[in-house]
């Protein structure tokens, strides 16, 4: 059984190692820190398991030259980043891994709401300058503000459950209306728009599908407060990244915005995009924009990492060799994409 794992960094490695000889799996295994894509398929070709990170590109060219391919584990709960549709076609399971850092990525949704009710990003620049002033440094408290949370799936439920803590008052948007956050949190379901007009906080937690694609926009971001914050720690195609320079630049969301993901993040903050020079001019733009607001004293971009502590990308790397274990063992993992 050759088993390639993608996106591995030293330590993901002997962790892996570990939980592979704990469940007796051998074979063919390889460990890579690039991802997966058209550049180096070939090779990796002959893998029949492989595990990939959300920098991977597992499209239906990938796919077609892994004759061998019949199981995929993506080490993340997204996965527009695989042509999941083509692959089941090809008779190819996918499987990802949810419930990993439900927690751990509200507990960083809540440090950047901190960060930006308490105007950390200046303070903090300013501080390390040498500089105490406290002009333009006032903040707003926290408890009695209204979070719509849009996306109430395990990681949306934790951060009602974080709001419910400090007293916020909570309204939430989903296809499905969850008791817990409801009789517990006494969370309000209601329309997107409704969301948009009474939230002081907006906060978004959904995957990234066809129908999520600019959830957020140029047109529905004017229903905002105008001190409105937004909040972005799921995929960066969910908020239409022109829609929120053009609010920052009319003086708009002046709450802030934290973006833990946005559109063409890897031209920022992967390394290999560095180094080509056929990067799509529209990705291009886009980075630029991003670049622009990141030196707002209102904007924080941090490099797609709510759900990256220890203890999380411990479970991540458990869950996933979890998946190849059940695969080889019965056939069908526990977590496989429907």
């Known amino acids: 059984m050759k088993i390639y794992f993608f996106g591995i960094e030293d330590w993901e490695k002997l962790h892996i190692e570990r939980k592979l000889k704990e469940f007796n799996i051998s074979g063919d295994i390889k460990f890579t820190k690039e991802p997966l894509d058209e550049t180096n398929v070939d090779l990796y070709k002959d893998a029949d398991i492989i595990s990939v990170f959300i920098y991977s590109k597992v499209n239906k060219n990938v796919i077609d030259k892994m004759e061998n391919l019949k199981l995929i584990v ?28 439900n927690n751990t990525v509200a507990e ?65 948007y989903d296809r499905t209306k969850k008791k817990e956050i409801i009789e517990k949190y006494g969370a309000e379901y209601v329309g997107l728009e409704e969301l948009l007009m009474r939230s002081d ?10 129908s999520t694609h600019y959830l957020i926009n140029r047109f529905n971001i004017k229903l905002m407060k105008m001190n409105a914050m937004l909040i972005n720690t799921s995929r960066g195609a969910v908020v239409e990244i022109d829609a929120v320079v053009e609010a920052l630049k009319e003086g708009r969301l002046a709450g802030g915005v ?45 490099p797609h990492l ?31 994409i429907e």
């Open 258 to 302: 934290a973006l833990d993901t946005f559109e063409a993040e890897e031209v920022l903050i992967e390394e290999e995009f560095l180094r080509r020079d056929d990067i799509p001019a529209v990705k291009l733009k886009k980075a630029v924009e991003a670049f622009y607001v990141l030196n707002e004293d209102n904007v924080i971009i941090s």
């Open 201 to 210: 906080i907006v906060t978004i937690h959904l995957p990234y599908t066809k």
């Open 306 to 336: 709510a759900y990256y502590t220890k203890d999380a990308s411990e479970r991540i790397l458990d869950i996933a060799v979890e998946e190849i274990k059940d695969f080889i063992e019965t056939g069908k993992p526990s977590n496989v």
């Open 108 to 172: 960083f949704t809540f440090a950047l709401i901190l960060a930006l009710s308490r105007k950390l990003k200046p303070m903090i620049d300013r501080t390390s300058r040498g500089v105490f002033s406290r002009e333009g440094l006032m903040g707003i408290d926290l408890m009695g503000k209204t979070i719509g949370i849009i996306g109430t799936g395990r990681i949306g439920c934790y951060v009602g459950r974080i709001a419910h803590g400090f007293g916020m008052k909570i309204l939430a």
């Open 74 to 101: 993506t080490r993340s709960a997204g996965f527009d980043h695989i042509d999941v549709k083509y692959a089941k076609e090809k008779g190819i399971i996918v499987s990802y891994v949810p419930g990993y850092g």
